[in-house]
């Protein structure tokens, strides 16, 4: 097969550059078009510059068709990448209010604004670094308000993204 399509050139090319003044023009049609196609990219820089343009082949600059057939392909994975993003974003909202209305919701209110035991700041109010500063200090045994036997457990399971998560979900409380 691999022949034959190089033999199809070969004719065509002598054919057409005879009578177009070393320009070759022709269309690819069929399974045989779409194997030439792809041999002309796969091989693109040893031959002359072409352009494939709705199955035709005229001469043209192959570098600017292949840049915008890279560009179309990097626009398409950065569209990609921001679609995993927003789900990625949607599920840590999720998972923070889960964390939230699971774990901390009990004592610091449905819109975290509550001082729980009357020793607590609201939840809020608080930055995240705030927020990550007292769990921290709860899990090392260095801040405690009053309940730190009470938030020791709960500051200890949750990891860094989930007090993020969990921060992001308390800011839509507001």
Known sequence: MFKKIILSLAVSATLVSVLAEESICFKLEGKLGEEIKALVYKYKNSLEPVSINNGNVSSANVEEIMAEVEAKIEAKKIKQIKQKKKQEAKQ?????????????????????????????????????????????????????????IMMKPYASILMDNEEEAVYNYIQTLK
């Open 92 to 148: 840590k909202m999720a998972d923070g209010k889960n964390i939230y209305l699971s774990k901390c919701q009990s004592c610091h209110g449905a819109k975290a604004d509550k001082e729980a035991y009357n020793k607590s700041r609201a939840l809020n109010s608080l930055t995240l670094q705030e927020i990550q500063a007292a769990l921290r200090g709860y899990r090392e045994d260095m801040y405690d308000r009053g309940l730190a």
